[in-house]
């Protein structure tokens, strides 16, 4: 078979770009692969839904569906050439709602969190390094994640970590005519995941994906509840140990319902050098704990 084969059939060969591929968009009549999945019947390629349906009704004994497909035509490198290889990639919506999620091995160490950008966007912040090197070769990419915090040993100072919810794996955004072979060139990348050697990569619909998705946010919604809660929690029980410290320090004679910040402030002058810087320090404290990062090292690590 030849080009002129491919373009009485209906063959755009205008649409042929760089890489030497060519696309168009019809319909097959499916029928099951044996694995649980569905293959196309033959090499019969119909651009109307009434086609494939009436040639499937009389040619195909088997039970069959009619499914959106995409055919394929791969020249190679050299668009010229007549050697190629085609493939019809069926249950694929026509038009650009023919990409599909893709899983990829991620070699170990690649899912560590990479250095921050200054200045980067709020959705990159916390990308892993095979985040990133996908991201900077034009390749969508969603690695499912979650966010702990980790008090480091020597220091005791809390910093959070954005950590893989499926250790070794990632998912890519990809029109399979586009090939694959470009992102296992991505460093970090250990492959496609297939089911065999002789399948081609395992597809995930947006629907797959947005679940994902969705359940990743709502867990970071509860990482968020969780550290805000920690450091209420944290701040009200150091502002009332701090509280009961300046109350000691201070003249006796507070009336109930004069605050206790107020009749400091009064009685300050009235106080010793060294009392007085102590109780200073005390009413600086109370002050400093609006900033939640000073009441890291008081709470837990969530």
Known sequence: MNEDNFSDGGFDFQNVDQWGRGVRFGFVAAISDGRGGKKAWGEQFFQTQAAAA??????????????????????????????????????????????RWYAIRVIPGFQRMAKEIEGA???RCGESLIERNLRNEGIDVYMPAFWKEIRKHRSGKLIERRMPLLVGYAFVRRDPGDGFDRIRKVDGVGGMVSLNRDAGPIAFSEEDIRAVMLA????????????ASATEEARHKRRKHLNTQLGRLLPRGRGRTVSLRYYAENNIDKLDVKLKAHVLGIMELLDSLEDDATLDEFREAV
């Open 121 to 123: 966007s709020e959705d």
């Open 216 to 227: 990743g946010f709502d867990k970071q919604q509860a990482y968020r509840l969780a550290k």
């Open 54 to 99: 009436s040639t499937a009704k009389s040619c195909v004994g088997a039970s069959y569906e009619i499914l959106p497909a995409k055919q394929v035509v791969h020249f190679g490198t050299n668009p010229n050439s007549h050697s190629y290889r085609r493939s019809i990639l069926i249950n694929d919506p026509i038009g650009d709602q023919a990409v």
